[in-house]
């Protein structure tokens, strides 16, 4: 079956299987890799490449011979399910994906509200978590087993918008646009923070609600306040697209900015010229020597199976499975909880390229962070660039 087949599957709530690389192997040596992303609405695009991504890594790693521990080897198998990007939903799946699945490990899970409603579950019944989500509330001491897999505003934006002011000195007003959910509550908490101590005058921060179709009124509150700057932070890229469309086409040509922009085709594909010059935090270019044959290989192959390239997002559910690896051959075990004692101190195979391992005693108080490469995007000529790249430091 081919990529694009399992995806439509996916979407349907039927779980598949690694390239039926998993299936070659006894199914008691198998460990499920449970996912809970969107598959459809304007956050699909995200949820799919997250599914490419886990499948990618777990292909690697069973045709390397799996993972060894205590003398057993082990095979992934990524098995996904459509939250909707909703609490509700992501309710749903979690139940299906611990109670139904028997999944112990959750290999990746897009979208603050539903990772929280996942979070709720996995703690409580001894499932090791990673996630996406962007809010701090998830994280701590007190959520031993969740660990995050991309960047979040802490790690973005403190690089992202002073990067954003110094490119424009004479922008001094800005407004803010995020969707209405946990996720969008989240940046915009830290993202105001970080413009004001930046000394942009935030105008207004309004939210909208995911599924909106109809952007015009908001374009026109936007431009009746005539910033110099519009941030639509945590915004999918069909909806940030067409938000420039409209602003465009009633005459506003500001600085733009989409924190959790990840990448230019989906921008483009609703947005197209508007889009220009528009800066992101979640996006990665996969052009210039300093790319591998390898990054180049899979992104490529994500394009045929997914209509656009890789970003931060997708990538976070591929080193997921080689930190689970790593992890599992250290502790010796395949116990969530001995699992999770392990990672903070492992090293792992990054698609960035070496090794990393996580971080962030100082943000929130235990090392459950992926120590990742902060990257600052923008999109010039219709493609996109990269204009920053910052390696983290801190324990």
């Known amino acids: ?33 449970g996912l809970s992303i969107p598959l459809s609405g304007s ?69 603050t509200a539903p990772a929280q409603a996942l ?16 809010g701090s ?28 002011k110094e490119a424009h000195p004479d922008a001094k007003t800005l407004v803010m646009l995020n969707p209405n959910d946990a996720s969008g509550q989240d940046t915009e908490a830290v993202a105001r923070k970080v413009w004001n101590d930046t000394g942009i005058e935030v105008l207004s921060s309004d939210f909208y609600e995911r599924g909106t179709t109809e952007f015009q009124p908001i374009a026109a509150r ?14 999918p890229p069909a909806d940030a697209g067409a938000v420039f469309r409209e602003l465009a086409a009633i005459g506003w040509d ?26 992101m935090g979640a996006a990665v270019s996969f052009e210039g020597a300093e790319v591998s044959d390898h990054q180049r290989e899979v ?24 930190a689970l690896k790593a992890a599992m051959e250290a502790a010796g075990s395949i116990e969530p909880r001995e699992v999770a004692k392990a990672l903070p101190d492992v090293t792992f195979r990054t698609f960035y390229g070496g090794e990393i391992g996580f ?15 902060v990257i600052v995007t923008q999109v010039k000529d219709g493609t996109l660039v990269e204009a920053a790249r910052v390696t983290p430091t801190g324990n």
Not at 62 to 91: L, P, Q, R
Not at 137 to 156: A, D, R, V, Y
Not at 225 to 232: G, T
């Open 1 to 33: 079956m081919t990529i694009a087949g399992k995806l439509r599957i996916l979407a349907l709530g039927v779980t598949v299987g690694v390239f039926g690389a998993a299936h070659a192997a006894g199914a008691a040596d198998v460990i499920k890799l």
């Open 43 to 111: 956050g699909a695009i995200w949820g799919k490449g997250s599914v490419f991504m886990c499948e990618r890594a777990a292909k690697e790693v069973n045709e390397a011979g799996g993972v060894t521990v205590d003398g057993k080897t082990y095979t992934f198998e990524c098995i996904g399910y459509d939250n909707k990007y909703t609490a509700a939903e992501g309710t749903r799946v979690a139940q299906t994906l611990l109670n139904r699945e028997g999944v112990k490990f959750i290999g990746g899970s897009l979208g």
């Open 119 to 134: 979070q709720s579950l996995t703690e409580r019944q001894g499932v090791l978590m990673f996630t996406t989500a962007w």
């Open 137 to 164: 509330s998830i994280k701590g001491p007190k959520f031993p087993l969740t660990f995050t897999q991309m960047n979040t505003p802490f790690e973005i934006l403190p690089l992202l918008i002073p990067y954003v």
């Open 222 to 235: 936007i431009l009746s306040l005539n910033p110099d700057i519009v941030d639509l932070g945590g915004m």
């Open 254 to 279: 500001g600085v733009k900015v989409v924190e959790v922009g990840t990448g230019v085709d989906g921008l483009k594909a609703t947005g197209g010229d508007a889009v220009e010059g528009v800066y």
């Open 299 to 322: 992104n490529e192959e994500a394009r045929a199976a997914i209509g656009e390239s890789l970003n931060t997002i997708q990538i976070g559910f591929y080193d997921a499975v080689y």
């Open 359 to 373: 971080y962030g005693m100082d943000n929130y108080g235990s090392r459950q962070q992926m120590k990742l490469p």
